[in-house]
């Protein structure tokens, strides 16, 4: 996983860079894990694309939940963006790329065509927090191996474009723009999916809101995949206990080893092992969500 250091120098040059080259083109493709829409959002966005075509890319859609991500859909419609949900990973859904830059960009393409420009591709630039995977999206887009899967914050200078189905380039060398921090929850979430390093929060504190998060909406299939029978209202030492006995992580004197145990929740989550979840729950933020998107 690659990690950055974000320092308001960085953070600076960053969105310096992401707006310097966001003159090139004609939409911005903002990148989403789709497990947390929100949460995975840096958190001046809006102020970074303005007024610019956005087509906002649910990333991840293999280990997301269909339900929430519709949710989210509607929200990002009436902010007036245009959502699709891809897998970068196993090349699912990419036509849907071209075809919502196609419609986000129709109006501007048709006052060109008015004042008798000449027709062209239209371009675009992917923009979004480390992790949520835009080197994977951009490799699978263009067919073949070229951004690297490694950070640099902002873009790097040399740049190209890609040519993408009939009607598009991309430039190949994403925006990475910082993710929120100051939210202890939405850091306890990036922290769940893999977006940021390990230190940056108490992985006992990941592992806890991941088990509550799964006892209250996934019980069934939470106690089937660890084979565990515990009741639903029971405290966490238990849930703790029960899945290092049965998985064998112990320390001398046959103690449960916490430590193994809460790796074992995180990253059985992180990589969608026991189900496909989104973290942002709209519902429940519904009040949240108004302050800083
Ligand atoms: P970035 O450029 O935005 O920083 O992200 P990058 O493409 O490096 O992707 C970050 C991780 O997310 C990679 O996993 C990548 O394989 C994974 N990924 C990207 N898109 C998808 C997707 O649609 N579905 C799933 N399931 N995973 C995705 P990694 O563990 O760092 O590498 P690897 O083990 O896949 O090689």
């Known amino acids: 996983m690659a990690t950055i250091q974000w ?3 960085h953070m600076a040059k960053a969105r310096r860079e992401v707006t310097e080259q966001l003159k090139k083109v004609d939409v911005v493709f903002e990148l989403v894990d789709a497990r947390i829409p929100y949460s995975s959002r ?3 966005i809006d102020e970074v694309i303005q007024q610019k075509p956005r087509v906002v890319i649910f990333n991840k859609k293999d280990m997301a939940n269909d339900q929430e991500m519709a949710k989210w859909f509607a929200y990002f419609k009436e902010k007036g963006a245009l ?3 891809v897998d970068a990973k196993h090349g699912k859904g990419l036509k ?5 830059a196609i419609e986000v960009t129709k109006e501007k393409f048709e006052r060109e065509k008015a004042k008798g420009l000449k027709p062209r591709a239209i371009r675009a630039m992917i923009v979004g927090i480390p992790n949520v995977g835009k080197s994977t999206l951009i490799n699978k887009l263009a067919n073949r191996s070229i951004a690297q899967t490694g950070n640099k914050p902002g873009v790097t200078k040399q740049q190209q474009w890609i040519k993408v189905g009939e009607s598009l380039q991309l430039l190949d060398t994403p925006g990475i723009l910082w ?3 100051e ?3 939405v850091g306890i979430k990036l922290s769940l999916t ?8 108490h992985l ?10 799964l006892i209250k909406h996934d019980y069934d299939n939470l106690i089937r995949h660890y084979k565990i029978d515990v009741p639903q209202d029971a405290e966490n030492l238990k849930w703790f206990d029960a899945i290092g006995r049965k998985r064998g992580l112990l320390q001398r004197g046959n103690e449960v080893d916490y430590e193994a145990v809460i790796e074992l929740i995180i990253n059985d989550i992180r990589n969608a092992k026991i189900g496909s979840y989104c973290f942002d729950l709209y519902d429940a933020m519904q009040d949240e969500h108004n302050d800083d998107a």
């Open 96 to 100: 849907g790329v071209e075809v919502a």
């Open 194 to 201: 893999g977006a940021i390093k390990d230190s940056i929060v």
């Open 42 to 44: 840096n958190p001046m």
């Open 183 to 185: 939210d202890q929850q």
């Open 179 to 181: 993710p929120k921090f």
């Open 83 to 85: 959502p699709v949900a």
């Open 7 to 9: 320092f308001p120098g």
């Open 204 to 213: 006992d504190e990941v592992a806890i809101y991941a088990l509550t998060f």
